[in-house]
């Protein structure tokens, strides 16, 4: 069944880490596949998966360094890829398939914010191309290696999709670029296609599931000027985060917890925050959360889900 936007009532929170979340889960025999596994978030991910036994594989676009920050991670291995262009997702993905591995975890988290206007491939929008297209045709051309017992797969999505939904007249931004709208969509693109991904697997035992893992300060803001983060109020006059910002591990605790929690059993769809499921947004603060309509619309994500197929390349399912 899809997860009603309702908490559990999980004994995890906001503070928890994923190490947290993990207390108690043996993960040995389980692999996982991490994009932006290096980085960030995705780098305490990886971690804190390697430590409860996981083997974690971690695509990259630059391999040599996520080589570097791996190294001292013996159960992860990293391999090329580029999830803006899709040459790179399909080599990737037939050599992953030629092996034979089964993949139980899936934590599409690699992504760009507010970046300068850019257009790839046949000239995508950047936002909508890395964040949900790249990760899209990845979890596509994977699907028959997910475990048959059952596998999940975690969109990392952001409370910044509270700033637009699909904007269906023009995705690609062919007029009046706005880098935090495109930065919005890709986030609602996110959660859309999380909701229709279990739509469409949960009777062959995949599971979907989005993520707001909290506000955090890594490299993901790389774009975006110190001066902007002290205006936003990210920061403090002498650089540290401000109240309400999460830790990495803190920050990776939510798509950890929804990856392998045994409460999630039987169920998907849903999207979480603060390692349980999120409430439906009832203010427009983006610090205190919850999950816009337009981000659950099961219209918009089957919507959505053509679009993406039709772009890719794709089957439906």
């Given at each position: 069944m899809i997860t009603e936007q309702q908490q559990l009532g999980t004994p995890f929170g906001a503070h928890s880490t994923a190490d947290d979340v993990?207390?108690?889960?043996?993960?040995?025999?389980?692999?996982?596949?991490?994009?932006?596994?290096?980085?960030?978030?995705?780098?305490?991910?990886?971690?804190?998966?390697?430590?409860?036994?996981?083997?974690?594989?971690?695509?990259?676009?630059?391999?040599?360094?996520?080589?570097?920050?791996?190294?001292?991670?013996?159960?992860?291995?990293?391999?090329?890829?580029?999830?803006?262009?899709?040459?790179?997702v399909r080599a990737f993905s037939e050599r992953w398939l030629e092996t034979g591995r089964t993949l139980g975890i899936l934590i599409n988290g690699a992504g760009v914010m507010a970046c300068p206007e850019t257009h790839v491939g046949p000239g995508w929008e950047a936002h909508f191309a890395i964040n949900h297209l790249g990760h899209f045709a990845l979890t596509q051309r994977l699907r028959p290696a997910f475990a048959p017992g059952g596998a999940r797969v975690v969109a990392v999505a952001s409370s910044g999709h509270f700033l637009s939904g699909i904007r269906?007249?023009?995705?690609?931004?062919?007029?009046?670029?706005?880098?935090?709208?495109?930065?919005?969509?890709?986030?609602?693109?996110?959660?859309?296609?999380?909701?229709h991904l279990d739509r469409l697997g949960s009777d062959h035992g995949l599971r979907g599931f989005a993520v707001h893992p909290g506000s955090i300060l890594t490299p993901l803001q790389r774009h975006i000027p110190r001066e902007e983060w002290l205006a936003q109020g990210w920061i403090t006059e002498d650089g540290s985060p401000a109240g309400g910002f999460k830790t990495p591990e803190q920050g990776a605790a939510t798509a950890v917890w929804a990856a392998t929690s045994p409460l999630l059993n039987g169920c998907g769809g849903a999207y979480c925050q603060d390692c349980d499921v999120a409430e439906p947004a009832t203010t427009d603060d983006m610090l205190v959360g919850g999950v816009k309509p337009w981000a659950r619309d099961p219209e918009a994500a089957s919507r959505l889900w053509d679009l993406s197929c039709e772009l890719t390349g794709l089957s439906a399912f």
């Amino acid at each position: 069944m899809i997860t009603e936007q309702q908490q559990l009532g999980t004994p995890f929170g906001a503070h928890s880490t994923a190490d947290d979340v993990l207390t108690g889960i043996d993960l040995r025999g389980t692999t996982a596949l991490v994009t932006g596994g290096y980085s960030g978030l995705g780098l305490a991910t990886t971690r804190a998966l390697a430590r409860a036994g996981a083997h974690v594989v971690v695509p990259a676009r630059r391999p040599d360094l996520a080589e570097d920050a791996l190294r001292d991670v013996p159960q992860a291995e990293v391999h090329a890829l580029d999830l803006a262009d899709l040459d790179s997702v399909r080599a990737f993905s037939e050599r992953w398939l030629e092996t034979g591995r089964t993949l139980g975890i899936l934590i599409n988290g690699a992504g760009v914010m507010a970046c300068p206007e850019t257009h790839v491939g046949p000239g995508w929008e950047a936002h909508f191309a890395i964040n949900h297209l790249g990760h899209f045709a990845l979890t596509q051309r994977l699907r028959p290696a997910f475990a048959p017992g059952g596998a999940r797969v975690v969109a990392v999505a952001s409370s910044g999709h509270f700033l637009s939904g699909i904007r269906w007249e023009d995705i690609h931004f062919r007029t009046g670029y706005d880098r935090w709208l495109a930065y919005a969509q890709s986030k609602t693109a996110n959660a859309l296609f999380a909701l229709h991904l279990d739509r469409l697997g949960s009777d062959h035992g995949l599971r979907g599931f989005a993520v707001h893992p909290g506000s955090i300060l890594t490299p993901l803001q790389r774009h975006i000027p110190r001066e902007e983060w002290l205006a936003q109020g990210w920061i403090t006059e002498d650089g540290s985060p401000a109240g309400g910002f999460k830790t990495p591990e803190q920050g990776a605790a939510t798509a950890v917890w929804a990856a392998t929690s045994p409460l999630l059993n039987g169920c998907g769809g849903a999207y979480c925050q603060d390692c349980d499921v999120a409430e439906p947004a009832t203010t427009d603060d983006m610090l205190v959360g919850g999950v816009k309509p337009w981000a659950r619309d099961p219209e918009a994500a089957s919507r959505l889900w053509d679009l993406s197929c039709e772009l890719t390349g794709l089957s439906a399912f």
